[in-house]
């Protein structure tokens, strides 16, 4: 990476504003994120294992007409910038007001939390962005009812959940055959499969990192390791709360999770433990990394010292041979020896043997 | 940062000292804070979703002649230097000793404590100045009763709950229509939002920082992440016991709070992971700082090693060949060859080209 | 290891592409491993204490005539490549979906798990390749129903589980007076004990590195120890989930466990437990030869310095003095005296016994 | 610290020697302490909230004869090196034979117990040698019977409980008014009060090396840090199990305390936590301040290097062009040259400022 | 340490061959101990508080006709080789397999476990040697039956019980008036209290290297904290587990032990408990002693650069002068002057000071 490439990448991943939220009324509705959000549209999926529906529902004020004749419906919400609308759409649904919160919040970190009358999962989309390599992290919340579930997503780059609608349609799979748990462990599974691809280019850019060093022992890989460890803090934050509290619903068997459906949500639970143990391993490579990169930095700089050391401790000696016997006094009688030169000559051939050899025991090359 | 600054700076977070409390009776009421600690003042505001009164009481003598009408009141107390008035209100209440002692111990570390009578919750306050970066550090208490609650702040940064008395007095949110646990959620929730005040200033400072680096590979920036360590193990102090405290609470679904309020404290707990979550990420940052800090002086170093070897051993042969040929021996043959000159020249020029062959081999730039 | 050997030992341990199976559908078949996967073939075990019957399934359709007699019916499969196949067998024994998912997917870690009808066990196989020292994996199951069991191995490296087919074609053991939780212990066992030949192939190496930094302390093993830290990270995600997984089968007493095995599996976990601490410690040892090994390098480089400084130091002045009287200035008195030449000789020596009193007393050698 | 006065804190902080219980009969009460020890003597103190009674008793004999009239009946021991006389007081008041070992055994760490008839508790006082900064501990043991208190200690550096035997004396705080379990409490308070002296003590060093740092960047203080991390770890020894040990105790609502003075016991664990926390802040900056000194140190021997590369290689190639012309071939037509010199002098002053600007480039000043 | 004995204390904790058990039958007696294992002899003391009564039973088959008439019976086995006895032996009291199996498995790590009728304790013996400081293994088992105890050891250093038998011969202590869970108690703390021996060898050497540090800071050490580190890491390795388990079984409060022995095995878990924070503690200061070793180094490399530095810094520049008088151009004016010598000394000697100067502001020395 260059300095302006890594300048740039600096700037990608900068945190948001941390204090944008603070004073605000809890319980009350406020969107922080991007100014521009998609406008909000409901798409209505209700199916059950006989027949699939699907519709669109323009004004949540149309809601109170809408029929639930299936087994399952589900209201697909993408965009939620959109106060008015969603207000009135929790409002109808009995959303109880922290939950309401937290679903426009899209700064809310993974949470699963129980409230009366619905489970409400919030969760983070992680897409790699193929160009830089920064992490595009975008906000879900899942709320499961009695017989539907609610989803909102941001849907900053594209529909993550268009895999599920297509099976619901095609009636492929159990999802028609079983209740809204089940379709509430398929949306956190679809999240949670991203996470995969995330790893996967974190894998290569490791990967990439660790051949490029065998290549080029001493180049500067610093700051490459210091970008991959702060995506690495990133991806923790957003995936290890979402385990935690997952697992915690798990073991709690919480009354939304039938326990037929128990083991899928085991399943998901599951992957996530190995996604969190494969960043962990990979995390440690890193660190493994930096100290090759370190420890050859010292090696290289051991032998460049040595190569000026013996250089100089051979050549030193000599020089000052030569100057003795460069210098004006009257008398010097060596200077007049018919054989002079030569012996001179031959005192520093033997000076230098010396030296080579004083080295040699020493072991340095 | 000018060495000057970071002494100031040092002395700015210098800690208080820790033995002026020792021998002291268990549950006495010692004021340890400021010598010049605001005046006490009780502010009292008793609402119900019909009416919110609000009113001064100057003498806690004057508490019996209170009537409490309203579904919620709170008193709330400026200043806690003075002991004679905070000593008769712990006896109007009945106050626990302990819990009375850690109200005016202002070095009282976070803490929720169940007292027959009372839930107790102690917590700091932290204002971040803006000028130095240092950080301020308040008392904040909280009582809660039967139907009432008795905050306690050092009022030293301005009042912190402004904000609330304000929503009450438009009988804004929820809060007039529900009870005093939902108050004392409140309260904690407005000193935890100011955490987010003191997030964002080390985001800025940690990124800064970050740019620095980037502009300086080599500028030496270790004192000032010395300071921002220092600052995180003085907010981990303040913080981390506030979140072990209120999660026992939670979990131990204490009578104080009602089931309908538990949400909400969840919530604030919530919160609090996230801010534990981000300052253990920050502080990975810096400690990622100080490594590429260092990695950066050890390439530089190495850089300047191999200019140093480079340059000596080319010159240190050509220097000792000039001076063989400065000697002033009567018989030297070379010295009277008519080319010997330019032999000699070739003859450095052949050993310099050697040189820079071996050093590229070794491939040193 | 030279360059090449590093490179194709980094190819070795190249972790496989964790996007491959995103966006199935879950409890969906799929088969991720090896493209040429080994045909799958039922090999049929039942046996009590009295007769033991070894037979071969061609068709998972026969399963349908097959009589278990016997306390115990082990059917063998090998080849997790042939869906169709294993399609059917899941059908046949009323696999839950998720559990026939893991069955194929080579890539799932180890984990423990009850469905209603059957226990469920994932677990690697580990061999070391004795040439290069690269682990081999292979992903093995177990399904332990009713009077039944039914293994499933990749077979790459031959059949771990022959040991176990002699000792019940011999009567050999307890295993043929027990019941099929005892042979589901007798499986988890022989797998578990082969990682006993890992840790000895790491602890050769280990120590080999050790007797190599003994005789050479400067030798570059910082790539060796990186290699080996990655083998420890890979075994450690192999073998850690399964420790944790079978602790908690024991420590809930599960349904599928009787009271008399539970010694047994109580016993192999024991075993995971020993593994894991040797594993560690193996591991510190690579960090404190890695610790070593810097340390060997900073105390060569401050032996080369002193070097260095001590020849240099002594020569320098010497080489100033010798030039200063090779100048040739009409009006030098010095060159004309007499002794001249010997008081300069003089001079110098008395320098040079100077400066080496000077580092003499600064302990330098 | 010079040499020597670090020769001195070393050897005032050697451990004793663990080997010298070695074999001991378990229950059998051995004093391991310093050769001399306090003569054993037992002061009595009983009281209730009338009247407060305070007497010697001079052989344990006579315990028999005590009448125990007041609500408590507080023993105070002092001197547990008097075999004899411990035996019968422990005979007296039926001793379990491991606490009876425990008490007289001055190396017993921080533990606390509960025995049929006895709720025991060790602990340790720490005293800060203000001359040397060592840590003298004492060994405290505490043991609540059904309506009296026997503490033990060895008193060396005078009495620790002087204070509260002041209070009862004056009818001063609750103490009069409540159980011997209250008492208990005050007793290990005022231990766990005394470690905040040693936590100032701490402080003010640790500032001190600070300060140090910033007036002497490159002032060896690792032999200081050393000798404060010694310390930590001493302490730490001596505090966390008490921790511990007290928080099991609150957590079991032991019966030996009543439900009104557990507010009590928490208090005194709540001031532990932050002890803790505090030692290990500390702790923390003083592995920030040897990261700072290793920095410096960096920082310094990298500017030491630029300086020598930056002058060796501005004079080398100048000395070199000088030899050149000092050679005495006959036929150099450039020393024949009018401005020969000149020019020459004039090739060096631009060789000169090729090395600077190249110097200046690479950034180096 | 001279590099043989380094060579000689690495052969000497040389780890076993971890391979060697792999492929055995589950519950099968395998003995993997030195080849010429002690022969096996059974030693018989039977007692209560009236009589004690020792014998020896040649062969397993006569204890068919032993009469266990006394409160507890305790079989010390020595030798664990002999197979063909200890089969004989474990079917007469009805060892569970896996019991039998650990009991001649030398390399079996810590381990307490409850079978149906016997209650397992494997433990290690620990014995310094000292002359080369390395520890020798010797693996214990006690088994605790009805009103029997049985011990097995491999008695290579002698016998570790002697001290107990001679106990219950002279009727001192408790021993004779208690259970054979107390003798079981017994056994255990003495091979706990031998740990204290080989703690105090630790403190000893850990202490010795500290002093060595401060006579020569630069010695190098590295070798020595080495091994005691792998020391460290063996030790933890045999005393951990069995604090751990012995833990589970003072929680659990196992049937095999007595309410009024729990206190007992209370305080061996209580000494375990200080042996593991002391061992933890001496690890510490062993890498603080390498943190000064690496910190000497630095801070030895950094006097040595300086001085180069200085010494070249001032004679360079002054070497360069001295040459350009050494010029043989035809008209160098200064060589004329009368002067000439003694201005280009003065020159010298003005830069030689001038470099003093810098040197001297850049605070080098």
Redesign the interface.
Known sequence: MT?KQ??LA?RAT??H???Q????????MVYVGDKEGKPTSIRVVSYDEKTQHFTHIEEPGHLANFARNHRVTWFDVEGVSDLAKLKALAEHFGF???MAEDIVNTEQ?P?V?E?DKHLFVALKMLVVDAADGSIDIEHVSVVLGDNYLISFQEDKKGDVFD?IRE?IKTN???VCRLNADYLC??LI?AVV??Y??V??NI?QRV?NL??DM?EEP?R?I??DI?HL??QF??IR?MIF?LQEELDRLVRDESEFIQASTL??F??VL?HL??LT??FE?FR??LY??????????????????????V???I??????I???????????P????????YL??GLMAAIATGMVIFIKQ?N?F
């Open positions: 300095r890594r300048r600096l900068k945190t504003n941390y204090a939220k603070v004073g605000q009324i809890p319980g009350e109880h007001p922290l970190m949470r939390q409230y895999n099976r492929k799979g159990r462990f398929l599974d499969d991203h995969f691809f790893l996967e894998r990967e660790e051949e065998l001493q500067n610093v700051n210091a460890k702060k803090s990133l934050k709360p083991p899928y085991k399943d599951d433990r190995n143990s494969s391993s440690e490579m493994g990394l930096m100290d090759l990169y370190l420890s050859n930095l010292s090696h290289s700089m051991n032998a460049v010292m040595k190569t000026l050391t250089i100089t401790s050549f030193i000696p000599l020089t000052f030569v100057g003795v016997y460069g210098m004006n006094f009257k008398h010097m060596e200077l007049n020896w018919p054989n002079g030169y001179a000559l020493r340095w």
